[in-house]
């Protein structure tokens, strides 16, 4: 009797929790902040308004058109100390030259990052698209992700390094934790 009122109970605090991060989270997303999230069709018709969904072979093709680029993949609303305001990373992307690219690693939390949005930070937005690397899971997609953008094979197993990736004339020069 004691097990079955334990399981109820867990049962009942469970379901009214919201677990964020296991998936890509965008159907917790209002229908509001849904249509916001759109598909990338290219990198020069980006705008404030939207989310772009986007792989890692595709960000990798358009960091070869730039002499430097910083991608910093996040996810929304981290406490961490590595995780700093989004306003700093595009101030330091402008201060060092480098064309900088936000990616988050879902949709979770997701007014954590936009209400950080103009005129503090004006940067585009993109998320991982986990429909392309057909994965339900965070810690798939988030891999494949981050193994096409290394240009590695697809299920290599990395050490997290951290989550900026600097790039020079198109290949990846460094992996840090911290700016």
Not at 25 to 36: F, G, H, I
């Amino acid at each position: 009797m004691n097990k079955i009122f334990l399981l109820l109970i867990s049962l009942f605090v469970s379901s009214s929790c919201t677990v964020y991060g296991v998936t890509d989270d965008y159907r917790k997303l209002s229908e509001e902040q849904q249509q916001k999230v759109v598909p990338l069709v290219a990198f020069t018709e980006t705008d404030n308004n939207h989310i772009y969904k986007v792989n890692g072979k595709q960000l990798r093709e358009e960091i070869q058109k730039h002499p430097r680029a910083l991608v910093y993949t996040f996810t929304n609303g981290c406490k961490s100390e590595y995780c700093l305001p989004m306003s700093t990373y595009e101030k330091y992307a402008r201060d060092n030259g480098y064309q900088l690219f936000l990616v988050m690693q879902g949709f979770g939390n997701l007014n954590e990052t936009v209400q950080q949005r103009s005129p503090v930070f004006t940067a585009p937005l993109y998320a991982m698209d986990a429909d392309y690397y057909n994965s339900k899971f965070s810690w798939n997609f988030s891999k494949y992700f981050e193994n096409d953008l290394r240009a590695q094979p697809r299920k290599t197993k990395n050490e997290w390094a951290g989550s900026l990736y600097f790039f020079e004339n198109g290949e990846l020069v460094k992996v840090a934790r911290g700016l």
